[in-house]
């Protein structure tokens, strides 16, 4: 599995845009570039997923580069509540018999008022 | 989405005894994951469990120290057998959703062995 690597911690204020940028250099042509979002005391929760150029929901936008090489996680107008660890993930998912994930260590975003 | 609980939360144990933790899905679910946190560190699987076979353990962690079982495709237990401070962690399960692009995690159970 691809390893990735991503800032430990993140400051921003209320209403600013907050972009994370994970590297993962040796990822594969099957991989998928997945995110999620875990709160303090709570189990992680799924936030995005993308295999390349943009990807967007209610939630967040993914952007990736043609090499695949890297990926950034956009949350617009964030709030208190986005305060969180944000971990990128990339692996192969396979329609269901075996996804398995492999965590690192995550980006720990601090929202200030 | 699937909805899943944990029991118990919380718990605060003695050294050498057993703790099994439930899990369960308010759906039928193919594959479910098992995973520990420790203290201020990230998720590492310890193992897959599928309905009807044997689980899947990684690297690390074997079947003695962390007995399975999946009863039912919406119902598992994981057992942390003769414990030390060290397994002092959060324990979570997780589910596949129906499209396998996500999975769902429980709430977890925080463990404390003195």
């Known amino acids: 599995l691809a390893k990735t690597t991503q800032p430990i911690s993140m400051d921003s204020y209320e209403g600013q845009e907050v972009n994370i940028t994970c590297s993962h250099n040796?990822?594969?042509?099957?991989?998928?570039i997945t995110w999620y979002q875990q709160f303090p005391s709570q189990g992680p929760r799924f936030i995005i997923q993308g295999y390349k150029t943009k990807v967007t929901n209610e939630v967040a936008s993914l952007f990736i580069p043609a090499d695949r090489k890297s990926s950034t996680l956009s949350l617009p107008r964030v709030s208190l509540s986005d305060t969180a660890v944000y971990y990128c993930?990339?692996?192969?998912?396979?329609?269901?018999?075996?996804?398995?994930?492999?965590f690192g260590k995550g980006t720990l975003l601090t929202v200030n008022p | 989405s699937a909805v899943i609980s944990q029991k118990p939360s919380r718990d605060i144990c003695q050294r050498g005894t057993s703790l099994t933790i439930q899990c369960q899905v308010d759906s039928q679910v193919t594959m479910m994951f098992w995973y520990r946190q420790q203290p201020g560190q990230s998720l590492t699987l310890i193992a897959t469990a599928n309905q009807g076979s044997e689980a899947t353990y990684e690297s690390g962690f074997v079947i003695d120290k962390f007995p399975i079982s999946r009863p039912n495709l919406t119902f598992s237990t994981l057992t942390v057998s003769n414990m030390s401070p060290e397994d002092s962690s959060i324990y979570l399960c997780s589910v596949e959703g129906l499209d396998s692009s996500e999975q769902f995690f429980g709430p977890g159970t925080r463990l404390t062995v003195l």
């Open positions: 040796n990822i594969a042509t099957n991989d998928y």
């Open positions: 993930l990339v692996g192969f998912n396979s329609g269901g018999s075996n996804y398995k994930l492999t």
